[in-house]
């Protein structure tokens, strides 16, 4: 990858960090401002996997204020030594960085203690002030990565020892935000009992993602895509995330939740209401979330006929993970119920929505790896070609190979006046060959320390998501219904598809999207 265009991006990033900085924070990196970073959770695997990479990455970057100081906490006695050799495999290390990643690792300190006893969060404090320059102003960040059931502890320790004296404090709070309704709404009452909203930060890591930010621009900054974003134009709309491995390892912890919990309730319902909501008055977070909030309050809850479930069977002709199944893993209750796969008809009853099916489908231990919003035209009015017309599509691929395409109709080439489906493609990978796309984390990460809260959820945001599935959750939990077996490596149910024709989605199966640079 050419140096110059690597330098030039991050240039860019930079020049985007410090416009954030004076719309929202204007003294946040002033020289006698100190940052604390705070990763409770510190010996656990989202802190290995993804909290530490993500703030050396951006230490690395030169993206964080410089005077930023880090502390890790958690209950296992442990030195910064034994956190760094545990992170080590998934720092992504360049040669000529060793300097640079020591200097990392000696910004930072750990402090072993207790989820629940206030003197250990007290001892905490004390070892956060000893590292805080005396005369400066000091802003706390503290991270949850944390299981939900101690979240109220922590919480509550966090606001009576570790507040900030002379800064903010910001608090991010991973998922799950509950596992209904109600429990979700006692974590917001307890949240907000403690802390401002613009404090609370809940992360979803899918909106870090280059393309579901992409759809603000893609929606309202383009005169061919915003009039016919509408039911006028649209059959129906298809947000898609697949997977193609199982629990691995994890299916104890997985069998609480499920995949309506683990993927649709949150992730897929972010990308719904961005694709379906109405123009913001502005770019300001709250308008955005406004608006958010407005389209899921015309979602009414899902019903158990609008929906598919699934639970993923070994494939016997295979050797590995894939020839065990969910109920093969030892830690997964025998008798489980809990789908790996769901496919669900949601519909908005507004003006714009009213009649267009939105289907939402997620699994593990499907065909592929795959996020996508695929948007499906109507049928083209005043057919004079006998039918060999298809619809036209607007596919958004999240990931892998970020890209945004159209499928069209057009005449094959040569000397016949026959008719074949093709592109106007728009792949990252072809068309910025030099551009270095963030993770989502770094995005996200960054965003606190900016004080903006676009792209996180709001508690409004996340009742009406629960309001909307609540009622299925219990309903599947007390009558215990049974998922629907299908092989680990297919495309899930067949009933699936059905229920897909059902939602006006036509499946053709003769087009077959490639990747430019692949040719």
Known sequence: MDICAINESLKLLRMSLRSIEMQHEGQNFEKNVCHIFTILGASGDLAKKKIYPTIWWLFRDGLLP????????????????????????????????????????????????????ESDFKNL?????KIEPCAAKSNRLFYLALP????????????????????????????PFGKDADSSQ?????????????QIYRIDHYLGKEMVQNLMILRFGNAIFSPTWNRLYVASVQIIFKEPFGTQGRGGYFDQFGIIRDVMQNHLMQILSLVAMEKPASIHPDDIRNEKVKVLKCIKPVKIEDVVLGQYVGNGNSVGESSQGYLDDPTVPKDSVTPTYCTAILRISNERWEGVPFILRCGKALNER?????IQYQDMPGDIFDGRCKRNELVIRVQPGEAVYVKMMTKTPGMTFDMEETELDLTYGSRYKNIKLPDAYERLILDVFCGSQMHFVRSDELAEAWRIFTPLLHEIETKRIKPIPYTYGSR???EGDEITKLGNYKYYGSYKWVEPNSI
């Open 66 to 117: 410089k005077n930023t100081v880090f502390i890790g906490y958690a209950r296992t006695q442990l030195t910064v030594a034994e956190i760094k050799s545990r992170c080590d495999p998934f720092m992504k290390l360049a040669p000529g960085q060793e300097e640079l990643y020591d200097k990392f690792w000696n910004l930072n300190h750990y402090a072993a203690g207790s989820y629940t006893n």
């Open 492 to 494: 899930g149910p067949v």
């Open 370 to 374: 795959k996020a996508e919003i695929r």
């Open 148 to 175: 939900p059931s101690v979240f109220e502890s922590v919480t509550t320790n966090l606001r009576n020892t570790c507040m900030s004296t002379s800064g903010w404090t910001r608090i991010i709070v991973e998922k």
């Open 186 to 198: 006692k974590l917001a009452d307890h949240l907000a009992s403690l802390f401002k909203e613009e």
């Open 125 to 129: 404090n004390e070892q956060i002030r």
